[in-house]
Protein backbone atom coordinates (compact mmCIF):
# COMPACT_ATOMS: atom_id res chain seq x y z
CA UNK A 1 0.00 0.00 0.00
CA UNK A 2 2.71 2.40 0.80
CA UNK A 3 4.46 1.32 -2.36
CA UNK A 4 1.67 2.58 -4.18
CA UNK A 5 1.00 5.44 -2.88
CA UNK A 6 4.55 6.54 -3.27
CA UNK A 7 3.89 5.73 -6.93
CA UNK A 8 0.47 7.34 -7.30
CA UNK A 9 1.02 10.67 -5.71
CA UNK A 10 3.79 12.34 -7.74
CA UNK A 11 0.86 11.69 -10.77
CA UNK A 12 -1.72 12.98 -8.84
CA UNK A 13 1.16 16.20 -8.13
CA UNK A 14 1.57 16.70 -11.62
CA UNK A 15 -2.15 16.33 -13.17
CA UNK A 16 -3.31 18.84 -10.29
CA UNK A 17 -0.57 21.28 -11.94
CA UNK A 18 -1.17 21.00 -15.63
CA UNK A 19 -4.48 21.37 -14.67
CA UNK A 20 -3.75 24.63 -12.60
CA UNK A 21 -1.71 25.94 -15.78
CA UNK A 22 -4.48 24.90 -18.39
CA UNK A 23 -6.61 27.09 -15.98
CA UNK A 24 -5.08 30.52 -15.79
CA UNK A 25 -4.04 30.04 -19.50
CA UNK A 26 -7.37 29.93 -19.97
CA UNK A 27 -8.78 33.09 -17.64
CA UNK A 28 -5.42 34.66 -19.33
CA UNK A 29 -6.50 34.52 -22.93
CA UNK A 30 -10.23 34.80 -21.79
CA UNK A 31 -9.29 38.65 -20.59
CA UNK A 32 -7.45 39.73 -23.66
CA UNK A 33 -9.48 38.04 -26.64
CA UNK A 34 -12.84 39.14 -24.54
CA UNK A 35 -12.42 42.67 -24.49
CA UNK A 36 -15.20 44.42 -26.72
CA UNK A 37 -13.47 47.09 -29.27
CA UNK A 38 -14.63 49.86 -27.06
CA UNK A 39 -13.35 48.39 -24.16
CA UNK A 40 -9.69 48.56 -26.05
CA UNK A 41 -10.19 51.60 -27.43
CA UNK A 42 -10.89 53.39 -23.93
CA UNK A 43 -7.98 51.32 -23.17
CA UNK A 44 -6.02 52.95 -25.59
CA UNK A 45 -6.59 56.33 -24.71
CA UNK A 46 -6.68 56.21 -21.09
CA UNK A 47 -3.20 55.15 -21.71
CA UNK A 48 -2.61 58.00 -23.76
CA UNK A 49 -3.72 60.72 -21.34
CA UNK A 50 -1.91 59.17 -18.14
CA UNK A 51 1.83 59.83 -20.44
CA UNK A 52 0.45 62.73 -20.78
CA UNK A 53 -0.58 63.82 -17.18
CA UNK A 54 -0.29 60.76 -14.70
CA UNK A 55 -1.60 63.02 -12.35
CA UNK A 56 -4.69 64.02 -14.30
CA UNK A 57 -8.16 62.73 -11.91
CA UNK A 58 -10.46 63.83 -14.86
CA UNK A 59 -12.83 62.13 -16.06
CA UNK A 60 -12.70 60.24 -19.67
CA UNK A 61 -15.08 61.06 -21.88
CA UNK A 62 -15.29 59.24 -25.29
CA UNK A 63 -17.68 60.66 -27.31
CA UNK A 64 -17.43 59.55 -30.95
CA UNK A 65 -15.91 56.27 -33.16
CA UNK A 66 -15.59 56.45 -36.85
CA UNK A 67 -13.51 53.68 -38.81
CA UNK A 68 -11.23 55.03 -41.46
CA UNK A 69 -9.67 52.49 -43.67
CA UNK A 70 -7.82 49.72 -41.18
CA UNK A 71 -8.13 52.52 -38.13
CA UNK A 72 -10.44 54.28 -35.94
CA UNK A 73 -10.72 58.17 -35.74
CA UNK A 74 -12.58 58.36 -31.84
CA UNK A 75 -12.92 61.57 -30.51
CA UNK A 76 -12.48 61.59 -26.69
CA UNK A 77 -11.54 64.20 -23.69
CA UNK A 78 -10.55 64.09 -20.37
CA UNK A 79 -10.70 67.59 -18.87
CA UNK A 80 -8.82 68.13 -15.38
CA UNK A 81 -11.73 70.71 -14.22
CA UNK A 82 -8.39 73.56 -14.66
CA UNK A 83 -8.97 76.20 -17.74
CA UNK A 84 -10.96 76.09 -21.17
CA UNK A 85 -11.93 72.71 -22.19
CA UNK A 86 -10.60 70.96 -25.42
CA UNK A 87 -11.19 68.05 -27.03
CA UNK A 88 -8.80 65.58 -28.97
CA UNK A 89 -9.19 63.06 -32.24
CA UNK A 90 -7.06 60.48 -31.94
CA UNK A 91 -6.14 57.36 -34.82
CA UNK A 92 -5.80 54.39 -33.32
CA UNK A 93 -4.40 51.41 -35.02
CA UNK A 94 -6.20 47.55 -35.81
CA UNK A 95 -3.28 46.79 -32.75
CA UNK A 96 -5.16 49.30 -30.80
CA UNK A 97 -2.50 51.61 -30.40
CA UNK A 98 -2.69 55.46 -30.57
CA UNK A 99 -0.71 56.58 -33.48
CA UNK A 100 -1.35 60.13 -34.30
CA UNK A 101 -3.68 62.65 -32.17
CA UNK A 102 -5.02 66.92 -32.35
CA UNK A 103 -6.30 68.89 -30.26
CA UNK A 104 -10.03 70.97 -30.76
CA UNK A 105 -12.06 73.45 -29.66
CA UNK A 106 -15.06 73.07 -27.06
CA UNK A 107 -17.99 75.30 -27.74
CA UNK A 108 -18.26 78.34 -25.69
CA UNK A 109 -21.16 80.80 -26.45
CA UNK A 110 -22.54 78.65 -29.68
CA UNK A 111 -23.87 75.49 -29.65
CA UNK A 112 -21.39 73.59 -31.83
CA UNK A 113 -17.29 73.49 -32.79
CA UNK A 114 -15.74 73.35 -35.91
CA UNK A 115 -12.16 72.00 -36.16
CA UNK A 116 -10.33 70.76 -39.22
CA UNK A 117 -7.90 68.60 -40.10
CA UNK A 118 -6.53 66.82 -43.24
CA UNK A 119 -5.44 63.23 -43.05
CA UNK A 120 -3.47 61.38 -46.41
CA UNK A 121 -6.03 62.85 -48.84
CA UNK A 122 -9.11 63.09 -46.95
CA UNK A 123 -10.68 66.17 -44.97
CA UNK A 124 -11.92 65.56 -41.81
CA UNK A 125 -14.25 67.90 -39.53
CA UNK A 126 -14.65 66.91 -35.18
CA UNK A 127 -16.49 69.16 -32.70
CA UNK A 128 -18.86 68.91 -29.75
CA UNK A 129 -21.87 70.55 -29.04
CA UNK A 130 -23.52 72.74 -26.44
CA UNK A 131 -27.85 72.67 -25.56
CA UNK A 132 -27.70 76.53 -26.13
CA UNK A 133 -26.51 79.00 -27.48
CA UNK A 134 -26.10 83.01 -26.85
CA UNK A 135 -28.26 85.22 -28.56
CA UNK A 136 -26.01 88.69 -29.24
CA UNK A 137 -29.95 90.58 -29.68
CA UNK A 138 -31.40 89.50 -26.39
CA UNK A 139 -28.01 89.14 -24.62
CA UNK A 140 -28.89 85.54 -23.47
CA UNK A 141 -28.81 81.91 -23.54
CA UNK A 142 -31.81 80.35 -25.93
CA UNK A 143 -31.95 76.30 -25.84
CA UNK A 144 -31.38 74.39 -29.31
CA UNK A 145 -32.07 71.18 -30.09
CA UNK A 146 -29.45 69.52 -32.16
CA UNK A 147 -30.32 66.24 -34.47
CA UNK A 148 -28.41 66.62 -37.81
CA UNK A 149 -25.75 68.08 -39.19
CA UNK A 150 -25.83 69.35 -43.16
CA UNK A 151 -22.59 70.48 -44.64
CA UNK A 152 -21.93 71.62 -48.18
CA UNK A 153 -18.23 71.71 -49.39
CA UNK A 154 -16.36 73.63 -52.35
CA UNK A 155 -16.14 70.13 -54.27
CA UNK A 156 -19.94 70.79 -54.67
CA UNK A 157 -20.37 67.71 -51.85
CA UNK A 158 -22.65 67.39 -49.43
CA UNK A 159 -22.63 65.57 -45.88
CA UNK A 160 -25.46 65.16 -43.64
CA UNK A 161 -25.66 63.07 -41.19
CA UNK A 162 -27.46 62.23 -37.87
CA UNK A 163 -25.69 63.58 -34.65
CA UNK A 164 -26.56 63.70 -30.93
CA UNK A 165 -25.46 66.43 -28.88
CA UNK A 166 -23.81 63.96 -26.31
CA UNK A 167 -21.88 62.40 -29.09
CA UNK A 168 -20.37 64.86 -30.81
CA UNK A 169 -19.45 64.38 -34.70
CA UNK A 170 -16.86 63.47 -36.44
CA UNK A 171 -16.97 63.80 -40.61
CA UNK A 172 -14.70 62.34 -43.17
CA UNK A 173 -14.69 63.77 -46.61
CA UNK A 174 -12.59 61.42 -49.44
CA UNK A 175 -11.47 64.59 -50.86
CA UNK A 176 -9.53 67.96 -50.14
CA UNK A 177 -12.34 70.42 -49.82
CA UNK A 178 -13.33 73.81 -47.73
CA UNK A 179 -16.22 73.72 -46.14
CA UNK A 180 -18.92 76.19 -47.36
CA UNK A 181 -21.82 75.82 -45.37
CA UNK A 182 -22.13 74.13 -42.08
CA UNK A 183 -25.97 73.93 -40.99
CA UNK A 184 -27.13 72.50 -37.17
CA UNK A 185 -30.63 70.89 -37.62
CA UNK A 186 -33.59 69.65 -35.15
CA UNK A 187 -35.16 66.64 -35.84
CA UNK A 188 -37.75 68.76 -37.87
CA UNK A 189 -35.30 70.05 -39.84
CA UNK A 190 -35.22 73.68 -38.49
CA UNK A 191 -32.23 75.41 -38.25
CA UNK A 192 -30.59 75.83 -35.21
CA UNK A 193 -27.39 77.75 -35.69
CA UNK A 194 -24.63 77.65 -38.83
CA UNK A 195 -21.13 78.38 -39.95
CA UNK A 196 -22.01 81.87 -39.60
CA UNK A 197 -23.01 82.18 -35.89
CA UNK A 198 -19.99 80.20 -35.51
CA UNK A 199 -17.70 82.58 -37.37
CA UNK A 200 -14.95 80.55 -38.02
CA UNK A 201 -13.24 76.86 -38.37
CA UNK A 202 -10.22 76.02 -36.80
CA UNK A 203 -7.63 74.01 -38.42
CA UNK A 204 -5.15 71.59 -36.42
CA UNK A 205 -2.51 69.24 -37.63
CA UNK A 206 -2.20 65.72 -36.19
CA UNK A 207 1.01 64.71 -33.66
CA UNK A 208 2.83 61.34 -34.02
CA UNK A 209 2.19 59.75 -30.50
CA UNK A 210 5.16 57.66 -29.10
CA UNK A 211 4.10 55.44 -27.04
CA UNK A 212 7.35 54.48 -25.23
Not at 16 to 43: D, H, M, R
Not at 146 to 161: T, Y
Not at 195 to 200: F, I, P, V
Amino acid sequence: MKKFIQTILPVLICITLVSCGAKNLYTTKGNTNFKSKEELIKEAISNFYFKLDAKSNGELKVYNTKTYKNNYLVLAEKYSGDGHRSTNLFIIDDKFNVTRWTSGETPISNCFSINKCILDKSTILFGTFNNSKWDPKQDIKIPVQISKIDIKFASGQDVRENVSSEDGYIVILDSLSEVQQFNILNEKNELQSNLGEQGSILDVEFHEFNKK
